[in-house]
């Protein structure tokens, strides 16, 4: 059946079987490879998007449930060139070993720091401990997202 | 080597990174192809049993299924997953069959594959097959199998795939003179390493040149290269391994499985490629299970605290077969339970039980977390026995610099000698106590505060690292002027590229921006490569670059001498030009209007030995067990530092794996032998609000002698000492009650039954008294 939705800005409409997982109509149909998939039970958040600017499992929702939502992905998070404050903060600070995780911290990071931009510690681990990571021990990641923060405040709801 | 350099040693950011944080990455699941085949393999839900009949003409009607293959396509003899370390002929009988033909011996071992148009079709098609399997009793845990009443090989006629010893000096003959000894018995829990990336990969046969692709290989690519050859009767060189980006490894992603057979042989058969993904489901139950171990280990020492003799014996669950390098972590455990330690007698024997549970194979640190845990628990218990501060316990008792090299026990029967290569033990451990504060916190050992009772520990450790024989490295001078780096090693996600681009930038005397890229692991890019295991790559990799370096400046002045009339000896290079002595030069890029390419290698024997200690305060509540960890630090000397940035990040994150096996990880199995934590929701790892402080401190005396970097492997030094550190600070706490633990993990319902036992000790010792 068709779905009809926005992806990092652009509208898509994609024909899809009503089984197929948001996770893999991405991965798989719309070719988004950023997007992975770490368990399919929505317990290590590697798939994590936005759907309507809200941090979500893409593996924990169909495709079809996305009629009408606008998608963000980690490459709709990310510039042409360069990096983003974020992604220039979790380099800075050594947040990423395999690279894994890294697109669902990078995502559920964005949604938190957009909404709370004066967040501190034990909130991001909070928000972050719905996101596992097998490398860092996440204290670098902490401090990355904290270091992020002042962007953020800087340029609003935008980064 | 270079004296003067400017890259290595400093905290260069990733290069990896920039793919990374913008979701460029490139891992198996990621590839697709036209025309592409998915396979999904049925796996047995059962532990142990004959398997009777298959029936799988439902599955074959199942519309977009290609084919379903059983045991019985696979050839005969069936192939089966073969030893890489320590491959003894006594281990032959246990290897794993790539399908399970005739009996079923795990919970997850593979039965029937399934190839179809789409991943959905193919699990369909797996609930449309019949299994008939003839229940046997399950081995399940260490007192089954050593009762032999059920047999998982009954032709052998008992369940220990074989024993190790391991030998120093003459232990019977020190304990029988000594003044103090002491026995105790302990045990570690089954866990696993859970890399995030579960396991996948993509195979491509090519028909009209003979040739196989198999993407998404890792670790040890020329080793399972040499495998699929053999298994599948090809010429090494038609098989083309290519690693692409890994999410994770921790020693289980990489080694040869079943599957690594299985998706090649798929795509032959099906003159098709084929890609294959587990589900997290299958990771749990079938990539390699780790760390189960019991030991009854004693200890003989005279009153001053000098040790002088330990001895004991162990048992490791190795699961149903014994795969790639599941003898490594018996190994480990028996030769190196004396750690950093003097111990001059040592006889401990090793047992590798198999059971009706997944197989095991190396984790992180693998023996040594288990036998650090044995050891160190063991010291405190000593060191109040004798009424000697626990600090000045090890302290007496560690290996000093000027024993340098000191040899440690030999593992019979493969007689694998070894030594300790160079340190000052004294010096981190001082370190790693002015860190925590330990002087200004030791009023706190035992005390209550507010109802949680503070404990503090200290444990020393070494990390073996930079197993031979060899390693490659190709340097080719592009027709630009910059430099391309390919090596054996492999990447598994710890920042291979970025050191590399340092060492080879720093080799060349060239920018590192003119370092264009580092290709490394895939079997395309050196001649023979090892690959990452034991902390071995910034050591071999990057001597071997070293290598590579030195003769691709030669060849450059050469080539230089030719274009300036003068002897190569004559040329000097510098800033991106080859200088004459009359002052007339090229530029690199002139030099190379022809690449040149050349390849060196590093050979070793030897291992170098990383070496710290780390130390924890925590605090304990009684009434629930639930242990908070205030503070942790783990101090380590890594010879020479590469990149301090990258190193700190494996050294914390090793430690906090390690608090997950410390506290939280645990693979149950039940008295059928079922997987009874086969998700994420059971099966649990340390999150993101569960260790806020750890605190990595590396540290970079005595440089390893051994290669000519002097670096030593790191990367699993941080988990080593974990287990024991935290059990040991456990141990402290609740010392007022007497609580003593002496298995993992520490889960608050352990902890709190630990409480509960020792008041009702308490007790009856009262109403006796």
Redesign the interface.
């Known amino acids: 059946m068709p779905v009809r939705f926005e992806i990092n800005g652009k509208p898509v409409e994609v024909d899809v ?1 009503p ?1 197929l997982t948001l996770a893999d109509c991405l ?2 149909r719309l ?11 929505g ?2 958040g ?1 798939c994590t998007v936005l759907v309507d600017g809200a941090a979500v499992r893409s593996c924990l929702i169909l495709a079809v449930q996305a009629e009408g939502t606008s998608v963000v ?3 709709g998070l ?2 042409e060139d360069g ?1 983003t404050p974020l ?1 220039a903060s ?3 600070h ?1 947040a ?8 669902g911290m ?1 995502t559920t990071a964005h949604a938190l720091l957009t909404e709370e931009p004066d967040c501190d ?1 034990e909130r ?3 928000v ?15 401090e990355a997202v904290l270091d992020a923060r002042a962007a953020y405040k800087n340029s609003g709801k935008r980064a | 080597m270079r004296r003067v350099n400017s890259f290595i040693g400093q905290p260069v950011p990733r290069l990896e990174d920039l793919r990374f944080v913008r979701g460029r990455g490139q891992f198996v699941d990621d590839l697709a192809r036209p025309n592409m085949l998915h396979a999904a393999i049925l796996r047995s839900p059962v532990a142990h049993g004959h398997i009777r009949s298959i029936d799988i003409s439902a599955a074959l009607k199942v519309p977009g299924v290609h084919s379903v293959i059983t045991g019985a396509d696979l050839g005969n003899p069936m192939p089966r997953v073969p030893m890489r370390l320590q491959p003894m002929p006594g281990f032959e009988a246990f290897g794993q069959p790539v399908m399970a033909c005739e009996k079923v011996r795990y919970v997850g071992e593979a039965l029937v594959m399934v190839l179809a148009d789409s991943a959905a079709i193919a699990e369909d098609a797996l609930g449309a097959i019949e299994v008939n399997i003839e229940l046997l009793p399950a081995v399940w845990n260490r007192d089954v199998a050593a009762k032999n009443e059920t047999l998982l090989f009954e032709d052998k006629g008992g369940n220990i795939a074989m024993k190790f010893r391991a030998v120093l000096g003459d232990a019977a003959a020190s304990f029988k003179d000594a003044p103090y000894t002491r026995r105790e018995s302990f045990s570690t829990q089954r866990h696993t390493a859970l890399t995030m990336e579960p396991r996948g990969l993509l195979c491509e046969w090519d028909a009209q040149n003979g040739r196989l692709t198999v993407s998404g290989a890792a670790k040890v690519l020329f080793f399972n290269r040499r495998i699929i050859a053999r298994q599948l009767g090809l010429a090494e060189h038609a098989i083309d391994m290519v690693e692409y980006d890994v999410g994770g490894s921790f020693g289980a992603r990489g080694e040869f499985y079943p599957e690594d057979f299985l998706i090649p042989f798929a795509a032959r058969h099906a003159g098709r490629p084929v890609k294959w993904t587990e589900d997290r489901r299958e990771h749990l139950m079938t990539m390699n299970h780790a760390r189960e171990a019991s030991c009854d280990v004693e200890i003989a020492c005279r009153r001053d605290g000098t040790i002088v003799g330990l001895r004991g014996h162990a048992f490791v669950d190795v699961g149903a077969y014994m795969r790639t390098n599941g003898a490594v972590g018996a190994r480990n455990i028996a030769q190196f339970m004396s750690g950093p330690y003097r111990v001059p007698n040592i006889e401990i024997d090793v047992s590798l039980l198999l059971t009706n549970k997944t197989p095991v194979g190396t984790y992180r640190g693998p023996g040594r977390f288990e036998t650090d845990f044995f050891r160190e628990r063991l010291f405190d218990i000593v060191a109040r026995d004798l009424g000697i501060d626990p600090v000045e316990f090890r302290r007496r008792n560690l290996v000093r610099d000027s024993e340098m090299p000191y040899t440690v026990a030999t593992i019979a029967p493969f007689e694998s000698k070894d030594e300790l290569d160079s340190g000052d033990y004294q010096v981190t451990l001082d370190r790693c106590l002015a860190e925590i504060g330990w002087a200004e916190k030791a009023a706190l050992k035992g005390k209550c505060v507010g109802g949680r009772y503070h404990g503090l520990a200290v444990s020393c450790f070494i990390e073996g690292g930079a197993a031979g024989p060899k390693e490659s490295a190709r340097l080719k001078l592009e027709s630009d002027g910059t430099l391309t780096v390919y090596t054996g090693s492999s990447g598994v996600g710890q920042g291979l590229e970025t050191a590399f681009a340092q060492i080879a930038a720093d080799a060349m005397e060239m920018p590192m921006d003119r370092v264009n890229n580092v290709f490394h692991g895939s079997t395309a890019y050196v001649s023979d490569g090892y690959g990452s295991y034991h902390s071995r790559s910034i050591v071999m990799g990057g001597s071997a670059i070293l290598d590579a370096a030195t003769k691709l400046r030669a060849a450059m002045c050469g080539q230089a001498a030719r274009r300036l009339n003068c002897g190569a000896a004559e040329v000097a290079l510098a800033d991106g030009r080859a200088c004459g002595p009359d002052g007339k030069s090229v530029t690199w890029a002139e030099l190379a209007v022809e690449p040149i390419s050349v390849e060196g290698a590093f050979l070793n024997k030897k291992h170098t030995w990383a070496y710290g200690a780390h130390a924890a305060h925590v605090s304990v509540d009684p009434r629930t067990g639930h242990v908070q960890l205030l503070d942790y630090v783990a101090v380590e000397n890594c010879g020479r530092m590469i990149n301090p940035l990258t190193l700190n990040g494996q050294l914390v994150g090793a430690v906090v794996q390690g608090l997950g096996g410390a506290f939280m990880e645990q693979l149950c199995y039940d008295e059928q032998g079922q997987l009874l934590t086969g998700s994420l929701a059971d099966y649990l790892i340390p999150t993101a609000a569960d260790f806020p402080k750890i605190r990595g401190l590396v540290m970079e005396s005595h440089p390893s002698p051994i290669n000519p970097l002097g670096a030593k492997g790191a990367g699993e030094g941080g988990i080593i000492p974990v287990g024991g550190v935290m059990a040991n600070a456990v141990a402290d706490a609740l010392s007022s009650l007497g609580v003593e633990p002496r298995d993992l993990p520490l889960s608050p319902s352990r902890v709190w039954q630990l409480v509960q036992d020792a008041r009702r000790r308490r007790a009856a010792t009262t109403t006796i008294d």
Do not use: M
């Open positions: 079987e089984r991965r798989h070719r988004l490879t950023g997007t992975h998939v770490g368990c399919e039970h317990i290590c590697s992905t980690v490459e990310s510039l990096l992604q979790f380099r800075k050594h990423l070993q395999c690279g894994f995780c890294t697109p990078i510690a991001v681990r909070e972050l401990s719905g996101n596992l990571c097998r490398c860092t021990g996440y204290i670098s990641i902490i």
